[in-house]
Structure formats: structure tokens, C-alpha cells
């Protein structure tokens, strides 16, 4: 089965930085793209960034030009550097990946992990 841990979260002073780490993990399972959505209070989950496996990387609106998204394919590791944090980034964050294994016939299947809080102060 596959696990996405998630760490990093917590309570940052609008301005400041924080950075979000997400380890994949499963046995037979590659992982293509992994990534961060973010859900807020009332509203619908939204792309943060992705990371292909390849370094191919795709940004939301709201994360261009303050945040960005590496990947350490030895550990199958993803991390969102997020800088000049906004009160409007305060959401949970859901690490999410697409793996496939060949041994258990699974294709694309998306994965999600349970969620860290960011709260950003203004």
C-alpha cells in the first residue's frame, strides 16, 4: 500500500517561510507525480504544486513566484519551499502522488496524504 508522510506544517508570521516535505512510500510502486493541493476553510481544493519524476514541475496561480517544489527521486521525497507567506495561505496541505505498480496492476491511481495545517499570521 502506499504511504505519503507529511511533515512541516505549523503557525508562520505573514512574511515568513515555511517548508513542507512529503515521503512516498510502497512496496512495487513507482511514483510519477507528487505534489501539494490545499484546501481552505469554505472553499474547494486547490493545486499548490506537482513534481514529475522527470523534474517537470506545474504551479498554481496563487504559489507562482513565492513557492517552490523539489524532489529527491532517491528517496521519493517532494518539498515545497513556500516563502512570503500570506494570511490567505492558511489551509491544510494534502500531499498527493500518482503510482503505478506493474506487480499489482495498478496504473495512475492517486494517493492522498492526510493533510498538515499552515496557518499564516498577519
Known amino acids: 500500500q502506499v504511504q505519503l508522510v507529511e511533515s512541516g506544517g505549523g503557525l508562520v508570521q505573514a512574511g515568513g517561510s515555511l517548508t513542507l516535505s512529503c515521503a512516498a512510500s510502497?512496496?512495487?510502486?513507482?511514483?510519477?507525480?507528487i505534489g501539494w493541493y490545499r484546501q481552505a476553510p469554505g472553499k474547494q481544493r486547490e493545486l499548490v504544486a506537482t513534481i514529475s519524476n522527470g523534474g517537470r514541475t506545474v504551479y498554481g496561480e496563487s504559489a507562482k513566484g513565492r513557492f517552490t517544489i523539489s524532489r529527491d527521486n532517491a528517496k521519493n521525497t517532494v518539498y515545497l519551499q513556500m516563502n512570503g507567506l500570506k494570511p490567505e495561505d492558511t489551509a491544510v496541505y494534502y500531499c498527493?502522488?500518482?503510482?503505478?505498480?506493474?506487480?499489482?496492476?495498478?496504473?495512475?491511481?492517486?494517493?492522498w496524504g492526510e493533510g498538515t495545517l499552515v496557518t499564516v499570521s498577519s
Open positions: 498527493n502522488t500518482e503510482a503505478s505498480s506493474d506487480i499489482l496492476r495498478v496504473y495512475g491511481t492517486q494517493y
Open positions: 510502497g512496496d512495487t510502486f513507482t511514483f510519477d507525480g
